[in-house]
């Protein structure tokens, strides 16, 4: 098979790293991992965010972490970060070389754990976050309507308030609803 070669900058503090796969490792120029030795592969995707008033504000970021038999970890990104809030997407050129590394891990790496789906610590954290945004909303919305009904105060502008806040709750909970089929599974190769 032939050797590909991925290149791309994770952060502001890191310089560009250029990654070949070659038939039996993965080589970077901070050393080498042969393919044998790789404990695990996580193929992942942390949602992008969008505005009503502004549109994309962070777009999708595909996420690749590699983890060795000695504990080494090794990240690659779709993403290259070009800047201070400029990122350049590199889709293509990422797949086809994950494609190649998933494969290649599986059949040199036969007792590799290969997952897709974000970590489970990440998953749960904005699970969390985003289910007390509803929660809260739902609360807020709840015990409103209750407390003005009780007194009496039920208006046609305070109901107006009332439907503004339940209506805050639709990017929440869109936003968990993306989030439900990036929980932890198996990797189906053909799913990337």
């Known amino acids: 098979m032939a050797d590909l070669t991925y ?3 994770l952060g502001l503090h890191r310089g560009v790293e250029t990654y070949t796969l070659t038939d039996d490792a993965l080589i970077s120029s901070s050393g080498s991992l042969p393919l044998r030795e790789v404990a695990a592969v996580r193929v992942y995707t942390v949602p992008g965010m969008r505005s009503l008033a502004y549109g994309r504000v962070f777009q999708p970021m595909r996420r690749c972490a590699i983890r060795g038999k000695d504990g080494r970890k090794i990240v690659l990104s779709n993403l ?3 800047g201070l809030g400029r990122f350049e997407d590199r889709t293509d050129s990422y797949l086809l070389f994950l494609r190649a590394l998933v494969r290649r891990v ?3 790496a036969p007792g590799a754990r290969l997952v897709s789906g974000m970590p489970p610590t990440m998953w749960w954290s904005w699970a969390v976050v985003f289910g ?3 929660l809260g909303l739902a609360s807020v919305v709840l015990l409103g309507a209750i407390g003005l009904i009780m007194e009496k105060q039920l ?3 305070s109901f107006g308030v009332l439907l503004l806040f339940a209506s805050l709750a639709i990017g929440p909970v869109s936003f968990l609803r993306a989030l439900w089929p990036l929980r932890t599974r198996p990797l189906d190769l053909d799913e990337i």
């Open 7 to 9: 290149r791309f900058r």
């Open 80 to 82: 290259h970060f070009a």
């Open 106 to 108: 599986a059949e040199r």
């Open 132 to 134: 007390a945004l509803v």
């Open 155 to 157: 208006s046609w502008s």
